[in-house]
């Protein structure tokens, strides 16, 4: 019965966010699937910029103070738009910078080697950019990131077990940051138990959010979690090098900033221009510069979609999404030795799946000239995200239709199996 497409079509018939796909550019002959690489434009995020521009236009430099969206609380109230997505209070929150950038703010804000804790600890599977931001602050404290950056094993190539990464919070770990969502397997990782152990043992944690942001909620405060950063170009729909975000428990406000700059200042002390800063007493303090404000015009109106869905019901839709994607995978594609590597329980999967096949370079070229598009990650994944907000249970039926095709006229064979110079 879920190979028939009348299955996918009564899905949607029940969905109750189906209409917000109306308010995305979405085109009905392409099935986009790479919204947790870069989400789509929402009508109302190019609203936000057109706006934008127009305050520009009208306003010139009273636009810092002046029309709808005064630039100069831009990212405090952006920031609040972040509250019910990661489970945290206004006060935690600022939108600044982009994830790597924040990763060097909050590692300048939070590392602090002393006596015989100097190490970080990470994983194996983080994104790269993860790790060379952690290896450039051991190397400035002078500590070679051979000795100081303990990685934590993966048994399988694809997951991480919580006993795995909890066993490595040694004596000399003074901070930990992982990611919320593995970027290949889609894996989540039990932010709460992870985030206790840590604090048994006296270090410090943080998450990368990237790809769990949008698509999964959290709870951040009251995990207790110290810190965690994030994009919004992804499952939040922002835009290319839209604006990320950074929550800082309230436990910690009021720290000194690692990075310090004019926008790290109390807003009400800014422009008094002082020599001595008076850092703001909010996450606000971990902003550095002037804001990009272009950047974050396209939030206003991607972040008010969220919280209209609510992200309770944005999962609900994404789990039933990737569920129906894996059962009709392992119905339609048994004959061709595709391998799905994201954890099948609900509570441990993310908002996409990971497929493993030795051509997989080859078959994503195969599924984006028949209009599905995929994303490939070295050396054989192909990442499949249905997007709750604007991807329908009939274009999952279709795509694994379109894959079977793929397989069955061998249609792949035409391609070379190489990624291209973005996969
Ligand atoms: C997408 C992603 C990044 C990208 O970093 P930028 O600074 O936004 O380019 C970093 N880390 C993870 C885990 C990601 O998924």
């Not at 206790?196 to 709870?219: K, M, N, Q």
């Amino acid at each position: 019965m879920i190979v028939n497409k009348e299955y996918a079509l009564s899905l949607d018939k029940e969905d109750p966010i189906s209409h917000f796909r109306e308010e995305f550019y979405v085109s009905d002959e392409i099935i986009y699937l790479d919204g947790n690489s870069l989400g789509l434009l929402s009508k109302r995020s190019e609203k936000a910029v057109l706006t934008l521009l127009d305050s520009w236009k009208k306003y010139a430099i009273d636009g810092w103070t002046e029309g709808n969206n005064p630039w100069f609380y831009l990212s405090e109230e952006m920031g609040k738009q972040f509250a019910s997505l990661v489970g945290a209070t206004d006060k935690e929150l600022i939108a600044t910078g982009s994830t790597t950038t924040n990763l060097h703010q909050l590692l300048a804000t939070f590392y602090k080697p002393k006596g015989n804790k100097t190490k970080i600890l990470a994983d194996e599977l983080n994104f790269p950019s993860d790790i060379y931001a952690i290896k450039s602050h051991l190397q400035l404290h002078g500590l070679s990131p051979e000795d100081h950056l303990v990685t934590v094993k993966s048994r399988d190539g694809h997951t991480l077990r919580t006993e795995d990464i909890i066993s490595q919070m040694t004596d000399e770990i003074a901070l930990i940051i992982l990611p919320s969502v593995l970027y290949r397997s889609g894996q989540i990782l039990d932010m709460s138990a992870i985030t206790t152990a840590a604090h048994e043992r006296d270090i410090v944690i943080g998450f990368d959010l990237c790809h769990s942001i949008g698509s999964v909620p959290h709870d951040l405060s009251n995990w207790k979690v110290d810190f965690a950063f994030w994009c919004t170009y992804k499952h939040l729909n922002g835009g290319p090098g839209s604006v990320g975000g950074i929550y800082v428990n309230e436990k910690h406000l009021g720290k000194e900033p690692g990075l310090s700059g004019w926008f790290s200042s109390a807003k009400d002390k800014q422009f008094d221009l002082e020599y001595e800063l008076t850092p703001a007493l909010t996450a606000g303090a971990y902003q550095i510069g002037t804001p990009h404000i272009l950047s974050l015009a396209p939030l206003i109106g991607s972040l008010e979609i969220f919280n209209e869905a609510r992200i309770e019901t944005i999962r609900k839709k994404s789990l039933q999404l990737t569920d129906y994607l894996i059962r009709l995978i392992e119905a339609e594609l048994t004959e061709y030795t595709f391998e799905i590597t994201t954890p099948k329980e609900a509570h441990a999967r993310g908002g996409h799946i990971y497929l493993t096949h030795q051509n997989a370079a080859s078959i994503c070229k195969a599924l984006k000239s028949n209009g599905v598009i995929p994303d490939f990650r070295n050396p054989n994944g192909i990442r499949l995200a249905p997007v709750a907000l604007y991807n329908t249970f009939e274009e999952v039926w279709k795509t694994v239709q379109i894959l079977k095709r793929i397989m069955e006229e061998e249609q792949y064979k035409k391609y070379d199996n190489t990624r291209g110079v973005i996969a």
